[in-house]
């Protein structure tokens, strides 16, 4: 069991370009979960997922940002034109019932934007 | 508003010393509660939750509901607990979600 894997750990974008973060859960998961962690901030949630259904999306800003969790493959965060402000790291949590106090999670990805 | 506090942003104790991370909670109805620790360069993993009323790497956690208060507390510190560590709170409705306190870097010095 490989626990939850997010790819990639480290990721550069200029402004204006695309960030896609990648998180394959844990194998028999079905619940996922991305959390943002801004510099000096805590965690907040952004988007909650099972297979081909977005459950929560309130953590989620309105514009260039949006989520997916196919029924085949990892789920994808994506940040369309990044900005400066979208540098953080993001984790992926993943889960087998929709109680994310299970919940098991990545290594995160840390997205930086120059 | 639900809303998890953790006034200390970095804690520095000696070994051997006793050591108490703490929060404060803000929630209306019967929470549920966790701590969770971030060691250098691994993922984010549950250290405990108050409803086990369990004792983890000799940590332990009681919920104060008239303090609105759940400390997390060792009385001998080891160099190894040095990690950031989240307090965070269930949001009972609206699909449980989780809700953070912004962490506490614990550096445990020989």
């Known amino acids: 069991n490989a626990g939850v894997m997010q790819n990639p750990r480290h990721l550069v974008r200029r402004r204006g370009q695309e960030a896609r973060l990648r998180c394959s859960p844990v194998k028999g998961h079905s619940h996922v979960y991305w959390y943002r962690q801004l510099p000096e901030e805590g965690l907040k949630f952004m988007v909650y997922?099972?297979?081909?259904?977005?459950?929560?999306e309130s953590g989620m800003p309105k514009e260039r940002f949006s989520a997916e969790f196919p029924k085949e493959g990892p789920s994808i965060l994506r940040i369309q034109q990044v900005v400066r402000g979208d540098s953080a790291a993001y984790f992926c949590a993943s889960s087998p019932r929709d109680m994310n106090t299970e919940a098991f999670f990545g290594q995160g990805t840390r997205l930086t934007v120059v | 508003a639900q809303r998890v506090t953790q006034p200390e942003k970095l804690l520095s104790v000696f070994k051997g010393a006793p050591v108490e991370l703490k929060c404060n909670y803000s929630?209306?109805?019967?929470?549920?509660l966790f701590w969770y620790v971030q060691y250098s360069r691994q993922r984010l993993q549950l250290l405990l939750r108050h409803i086990s009323r369990e004792s983890i790497k000799g940590f332990t956690a009681d919920l104060n509901k008239g303090e609105t208060s759940f400390h997390l507390k060792k009385p001998f510190a080891q160099e190894e607990d040095s990690a950031m560590y989240y307090c965070a709170l269930i949001n009972a409705g609206n699909n449980r979600k989780l809700i953070w306190g912004l962490g506490t870097s614990l550096a445990v010095n020989p």
């Open positions: 997922l099972q297979k081909e259904n977005i459950i929560d």
């Open positions: 929630y209306s109805g019967s929470p549920e």
